[in-house]
């Protein structure tokens, strides 16, 4: 069974920095992208962070470039978000998605993790 649990979540000050994990079971981890996606009240799903199978190529949504950091360990099958210089626009709860790179497997969502920036 495919499980993606996200951690790392909480309140904060604006300014302040924090790092979100989604750690991935059930799967092979080399055999996915991986990426960050977040949905505020009242709002669409946003694209955050994207980064490929390897690590070699990362893209970030307009809103968090120069600001938030995406990475990954294949060995403890976990891709990080590191979210720097944090805004009230930031609140959101924010899901990881893992994205098959075959055609006959499906995406995976996780439940996604609260973040909430005071300013």
């Known amino acids: 069974q495919v499980q993606l649990v996200e951690s790392g979540g909480g309140l904060v000050q604006a300014g302040d920095s924090r790092r979100l994990s989604c750690a991935a079971s059930?799967?092979?981890?080399?055999?996915?992208?991986m990426g960050w996606f977040r949905q505020a009240p009242g709002k669409e799903r946003e694209f955050v962070a994207a980064?490929?199978?390897?690590?070699?190529?990362?893209y970030y949504g307009d809103s968090v470039k120069g600001r938030f950091t995406i990475s990954r360990d294949n060995a403890k099958n976990t891709v990080y978000l590191q979210m720097n210089s944090l805004k009230p626009e930031d609140t959101a709860v924010y899901y990881c998605?893992?994205?098959?790179?075959?055609?006959?497997?499906?995406?995976?969502w996780g439940q996604g993790t609260q973040v909430t920036v005071s300013s």
């Open positions: 059930g799967l092979t981890f080399s055999n996915y992208n």
């Open positions: 998605k893992a994205t098959s790179l075959g055609s006959s497997s499906p995406d995976y």
């Open positions: 980064i490929s199978w390897s690590g070699g190529s990362t």
